[in-house]
């Protein structure tokens, strides 16, 4: 199967071509639930199988276990023939106490995160990373999760993007500049955040999760209109807000890692409704709108079962009617501003 792909060249000579649908590797590191390396096995089979050829996946996910169980995948593949993004801004260390992650990552190794923004930590990262993936490159890496969402207040989000300026973009540029990088960025919650290191950076590329969906498009405002100016890539991260965009309204759905509130219960229903005048899964649309904004390269859902990666497979070919755009617009579901097909 051939999936569609985007080339991204923001440095000429070192063109990523990513596929529409790449895979997003943080429910490999049993997320929510453990899985077995056989599972895991199967899925990335599946991704491969299918065409799939952009995978992403940081120290954080599963405190190791994604990047691991990604080497024993990736080891028997060429390695020019996918394009990989790890991140950098957490070192794992062993837990003197109670680990890093309870009852969010199951049946993970025994490990404390320690953000880290530093140059130096940066470059420990990388190391780290490489080991555990078994790789001689990555191609993308992203300061990870500076954001309020992770780090709780202005302030102390602020602390973090200074440090990462004063140091760990400097390793970054570095590596760019060494060719060890084909490209950098930071993957965040918020966009606020990511326009802020875009004003004062050379970033190349942005993996923004949950910011520019069918829910939201408040980064029309102001930062996916600054990224089209400066050629800066946006990879689209938690296309489904954390899965109330693939099982719609339903109980107990979740918006933001949440159970969904009653008002987004409301609105995901509305649209949910409009979807199925038009015939439209109301997954495939949320998989497909981001992908109509010119900046995005490629959009990374999640699957841990073979049953949702063909759902992503199946969103990621599907056709989606003018008309439901369109309808999405005229009842107030989507922003008159947002890119779609007019035919």
């Known amino acids: ?8 060249s923001r440095l000429s000579d070192r063109a990523l071509s990513f596929t529409e649908l790449g895979f997003g590797t943080a429910p490999l590191g049993n997320l929510y639930r453990a899985i077995s ?3 895991a096995d199967a899925i990335l089979d599946l991704a491969w199988k299918s065409g799939v050829r952009y995978y992403d996946t940081a120290p954080l996910y599963g405190l190791g276990l994604s990047e691991t169980r990604l080497n024993r995948f990736l080891r028997t593949k060429p390695r020019d023939e996918y394009v ?11 837990a003197t106490g109670e680990r890093t992650g309870v009852d969010k990552w ?3 190794p025994h490990r404390a995160e320690v953000y880290d923004y530093t140059y130096d930590g940066v470059m420990r990262s990388v190391d780290f990373s490489l080991e555990r993936l078994g790789v001689s490159r990555i191609d993308i890496l992203f300061a990870h999760d500076l954001d309020r969402f992770n780090h709780g207040t202005g302030g102390v989000l602020q602390d973090k993007l200074d440090e990462l300026m004063a140091g760990g973009y400097r390793a970054l540029t570095e590596l760019r500049d060494q060719k060890v990088l084909s490209a950098f960025g930071a993957g965040v919650n918020e966009w606020e955040s990511a326009q802020w290191m875009a004003e ?7 993996l923004l999760a949950g910011r520019y969906t069918l829910l939201e498009q408040e980064a029309l405002n102001s930062f996916l209109p600054l990224c089209e100016q400066r050629g800066i890539g946006v990879v689209s991260g938690g296309a489904y807000n954390s899965g109330i965009l693939a099982t719609g309204a339903r109980p107990g759905a979740f918006y933001n890692y949440d159970p969904a509130p009653q008002d987004v219960l409301d609105r995901v229903a509305k649209i949910e409704a409009v979807c199925a005048d038009h015939g439209v899964r109301l997954v495939d649309a949320a998989f497909q709108f981001p992908l109509c904004h010119p900046v995005t390269v490629s959009v990374i859902p999640g699957g841990q079962g073979v049953n949702e990666m063909e759902s992503n497979l199946r969103a990621a070919q599907a056709k989606i009617p003018a008309a439901l755009w369109a309808d999405l617009k005229s009842h107030g579901l989507l922003r008159e501003d947002a890119p779609v097909p007019t035919a």
Not at 1 to 8: E, N, Q
């Open 37 to 39: 390396d056989a599972d």
């Open 200 to 206: 004062r950076g050379d970033f190349d590329l942005f």
């Open 84 to 94: 990989l993004s790890t991140k950098v801004g957490r070192l794992l260390k062993p």
């Open 1 to 8: 199967m051939t999936l569609p792909t985007r080339t991204f």
């Open 106 to 108: 199951f049946d993970v």
